[in-house]
């Protein structure tokens, strides 16, 4: 590790409903971007599938998701899958999961750093510009949840397709305030792919090489995922954070 640089361990929450190759390369972009300011040093990267209690339509079991995001990351030396959240009976809150996160994310960073002494290590979140989308929609987050996330944790949020974070970002008082702790990053070779197009290609019977690594498009295959059925699950319900939101007490809540 380059002397005087801050160790980080990237995390990204979301469905990875499959993980595609768009999702990996977030991975790749947000690395460089944080080793060209000088001050961080990326040493792992995290990637977190939701529960199957988010409840998002077409959303296919944590079983089947997580062993494909296995296969999709037996190819990189430093990204790897984290069950904990997959594992929850209900939907969690992403600072929750953050929380959790640092705990192992400290140990890792202990174990590569036992022999010598050197700065704390950080934890920040990995996310699509669609991501910070969602923090313009009135009431989907806790004040006092994206107060943490950025405060706290921090951000790294690659642009995506016609999306671009900043005006989120700007938009967002909380984001404002912790502006140094967000950090955007621009990627100038655009891929549109998403997972729901690529859910959409399989179901019609079409290609998705190219979309997705090799062992993924076979695993699906095997297993018969991303059909017309498959895809009507959970159709008509709410998603479990917005649910969560508007039950008398709820904690609120933040899209994973």
């Known amino acids: 590790m380059a002397a005087g640089r801050i160790p980080l361990v990237l995390l990204a929450c979301g469905s990875f409903n499959p993980i595609t190759n768009q999702h990996m390369r977030l991975f790749e ?41 296995k296969l999709a990351l037996q190819t990189s030396d430093w990204i790897t899958i984290d069950e904990w959240e997959s594992d929850q009976p209900d939907w969690t809150e992403t600072v929750v999961t953050m929380r959790c996160g640092t705990i192992r994310s400290n140990n890792c960073v202990t174990h590569l750093n036992e022999r010598r002494s050197g700065p704390s290590p950080q934890l920040k979140l990995l996310c699509g510009a669609d991501f910070l989308e969602g923090f313009r929609v009135p009431g989907m987050w806790r004040p006092e949840d994206l107060e943490e996330l950025a405060g706290a944790y921090g951000l790294v949020c690659v642009s995506r397709g016609g999306l671009q974070p900043e005006r989120a970002a700007h938009e967002s008082d909380a984001l404002w305030r912790h502006r140094r702790n967000v950090f955007l990053v621009r990627e100038w070779v655009h891929n549109e792919a998403s997972a729901t197009e690529v859910r959409r290609a399989l179901r019609r019977g079409l290609s998705a090489k190219y979309l997705l690594p090799d062992d993924v498009i076979d695993y699906i295959g095997r297993h018969a995922l991303y059909t017309d059925a498959s895809e009507s699950k959970n159709q008509g319900t709410p998603l479990r954070p917005l649910a969560k939101q508007y039950q008398p007490g709820g904690t609120g809540g933040s899209l994973a």
């Not at 040093?41 to 077409?58: E, N």
């Open 29 to 69: 972009l947000a690395r460089d971007h944080m080793h060209s300011t000088g001050n961080y040093q990326v040493v792992k990267g995290i990637v977190s599938p939701v529960s199957d209690g988010y409840g998002k339509q077409g959303l296919v079991s944590a079983e089947h998701r997580n062993a494909m995001a």
